[in-house]
């Protein structure tokens, strides 16, 4: 099994940057795809970034384009969400996602192998 946990949420003003982090344990070696996804009260759950370590990758939603950036420490142990010139629209339940392969699907929430319990983030304006 594989644990994902989330770190980093909080409180950020219109145009901060805030850096979240998952935190994943237990059998990481077959994972390929690593991602975020976000959930903001009455809203459906949308992609956000997502990353491939075989390819090196990613991918991101037209919505955070150019402002997020997704990444890894070497080992694989940690994914990284660093968020920049945030927007109120930002705010969100942000959950980290993993796969054992990488494909076009995952952004779709299909293919998702672990959930993390998800880390808060509160953009104001």
């Known amino acids: 099994q594989v644990q994902l946990v989330e770190s980093g949420g909080g409180l950020v003003q219109a145009g901060g940057s805030l850096r979240l982090s998952c935190a994943a344990s237990?059998?990481?070696?077959?994972?390929?795809?690593m991602g975020w996804f976000r959930q903001a009260p009455g809203k459906e759950r949308e992609f956000v970034a997502q990353?491939?370590?075989?390819?090196?990758?990613?991918y991101y939603s037209d919505s955070v384009k150019g402002r997020f950036t997704i990444s890894r420490d070497n080992g694989k142990n940690t994914l990284f969400l660093q968020m920049n010139s945030l927007k109120p629209e930002d705010t969100a339940f942000y959950y980290c996602?993993?796969?054992?392969?990488?494909?076009?699907?995952?952004?779709?929430?299909?293919?998702?192998?672990?959930w993390g319990k998800g880390t808060l983030v509160t953009v104001s304006s």
């Open positions: 996602a993993a796969a054992l392969w990488y494909s076009s699907s995952f952004r779709h929430g299909n293919g998702i192998n672990y």
């Open positions: 237990g059998s990481i070696f077959g994972l390929d795809a």
């Open positions: 990353a491939n370590w075989s390819g090196g990758s990613t």
